[in-house]
């Protein structure tokens, strides 16, 4: 487990009563502690509520006959166990920069590791007929995505699938609040000064093209926030936990929010504004497939 990390240089973004992960190389902004796995937890099943499954590309019949398959950036590994227990036959890999993984309780058919995707991954070239990456948005560089798709086409078999499930920072009906959250603000400015490209899902599609891959695929999803379903409820709930997480970033560019109570009144009426305005985000989810020759 990592432990507390809150260096002065590395303050900009930080609350001192959260626990971040301790990867100098890595630029994930979010923290890696209890109530942050509980989102995550939360938050897959709210993604997979809202796409109606936990993936797009056609490998259902190869999960049932049993394939390797990683997830990269795993966090906690709901989406690794998910699947681990739906597909008995296969074997799952999960890899993140903070160890939040479970030991204990999980399916005996997954594994987890510490690792940077953004370094050559520790497996065989040609080895998973499948790999999964969801939500790396406030992860990963701009220039940091071709090269994790490189590392993992070298991992993938020929044949093999590749999946990214990404959040946007676009929005169907967004009130004032949640479109000064979701970063039409200064707070974009932050997210490229930090490098990330929170344009990334629009360029996904040509990304994989050009790293070699074929049968490319993509689909967008407009989804309910705090309204109309399931998936728009605990998609709330989940959100109104890391725009909590966010605080310290936010008060940055909006100092009438640093205060505390202030910032947990305007949250609590980000939540009545998408029920009143019926917001939608949208998701957008892509896969390709390394050539077979
Ligand atoms: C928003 S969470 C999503 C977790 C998981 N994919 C899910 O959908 O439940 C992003 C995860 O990416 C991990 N991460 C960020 N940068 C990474 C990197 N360079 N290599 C590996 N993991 C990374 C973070 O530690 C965090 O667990």
Redesign the pocket.
Known sequence: MSTNNNKEDNIEYKDKSRRY?E?A????I?P?DELENDR??M??YA?KLAFDGNYDAPVEEQLKQGITVL?????????TMDMAKAYPNSKFHG????D?FPNEIKPSNAEFQV????NPLPFPDNTFGLIH????????RKA?WQI?IENYLKVLQPGGWFEF?ESTPDLLNGGPNLTMLMGFSKLRDIANMKGFDPEVYKVLGSLFKEAGADKVRSRQLMTPVNHTNESGALLWKDYKIMFTSMKPFVAKVHPDLANEEAYAKFIEETGEECKNYKTHFIFTRCYGQKPVN
Not at 71 to 79: A, F, L, M, Q, Y
Not at 95 to 98: C, F, G, H, R
């Open positions: 992960h990867d190389n890595a630029g994930y979010l890696d995550l937890h938050q897959h993604i997830d990269g950036g795993c966090g906690p590994g709901p989406w890899v993140d920069i903070s939040t690792h940077n995707i953004t990456q969801r939500l790396l948005l406030m992860g990963l940091e994790v499930t």
